[in-house]
C-alpha cells in the first residue's frame, strides 16, 4: 500500500472512532510512524484528508451500488446487499464521528447530502421499479415520492445517529430497511423478508 493510501486507512479508522475533532495530524503521523512533513506533501492539512475521505466514500458507494443492480436476483437481495456491505463497512462508526462531519464540515456534510438526493434517490427509483415488474413492490405506488421519502430517510438516520450512543449504524440501518421493504412490498416480498438474515 502506498503512503497515500496508508494515510487515509488509518485516518479513517481514527475519525471513525473517536470522531474528527479529537484527532490531529500528530495523531495520524504517531499511527503509521510517519513524520508531519511527509504527510502535508501529500495533504496540505487535516482538513483535506477528511474531504478526500468524502470523496472516496461517494464513489465507492456510487461503484458498488451500480455492482449490486447486476450481481443479485432480486431487488429485496439488491437492498439487502447494499445494507450487508454498509454493515461490514460502517460497523466501528462512533456517532460522534457524524456529529463532527455535521457541525464542523458542513460543506463535506452538504456533499454526502447531495449524493444522497441525486444518486441514492436515482438508484432508489429504479430499484423500486424492478421490484415492481418482479412483483416484490406495490403497483399502487407513487416512486418519485418513495424514492425522495427513502433517501431523506437516511439522512434522518444518520443525524439521529449522531444524537446518541444507544444503537449501532448498524441496528439503526436493519431497522430503517426492514421498515421500507415491509411498507412498500407485495405479499410476495413479505415472505421473502421473513427468511432473510440480517
Known amino acids: 500500500m502506498d503512503v497515500r493510501s496508508q494515510i487515509l486507512e488509518y485516518a479513517q479508522k481514527l475519525f471513525f472512532q473517536l470522531g474528527v475533532k479529537a484527532i490531529s495530524v500528530d495523531d495520524i503521523c504517531g499511527g503509521i510512524c510517519i513524520s508531519k512533513k511527509t504527510i502535508y506533501k501529500y495533504f496540505e492539512s487535516k482538513d483535506r484528508i477528511i474531504a478526500e475521505l468524502i470523496d472516496n466514500h461517494i464513489a465507492l458507494n456510487r461503484k458498488v451500488c451500480e455492482g449490486f443492480k447486476t ?3 432480486d431487488a429485496i437481495e439488491e437492498l439487502v446487499a ?5 454493515l461490514e463497512n460502517h460497523k466501528l462508526i462512533n456517532p460522534v464521528f457524524i456529529s463532527d462531519i455535521r457541525k464542523l464540515y458542513p460543506s463535506d456534510w452538504d456533499r454526502m447530502q447531495r449524493f444522497l438526493n441525486s444518486s441514492i434517490h436515482e438508484a432508489t427509483t429504479e430499484n423500486i421499479k424492478r ?3 418482479e412483483g416484490l413492490f406495490r403497483y399502487d405506488l407513487n416512486v418519485d415520492y418513495v424514492a425522495f421519502s ?3 430517510g437516511i439522512i434522518n438516520m444518520l443525524e439521529y ?3 446518541q450512543e444507544k444503537f449501532s449504524i448498524g441496528e439503526l440501518n436493519r431497522e430503517y430497511i426492514i421498515n ?3 411498507g412498500i412490498g407485495t405479499e410476495k416480498a413479505l415472505q421473502k423478508l421473513n427468511i432473510i438474515q440480517f
Do not use: C, L, M
Not at 447494499?82 to 454498509?86: D, K
Open 71 to 73: 450481481s443479485t436476483s
Open 180 to 182: 421500507h421493504i415491509r
Open 131 to 133: 421490484g415492481q415488474e
Open 82 to 86: 447494499i445494507y450487508r456491505y454498509n
Open 150 to 152: 427513502y433517501t431523506h
Open 161 to 163: 445517529f449522531a444524537t
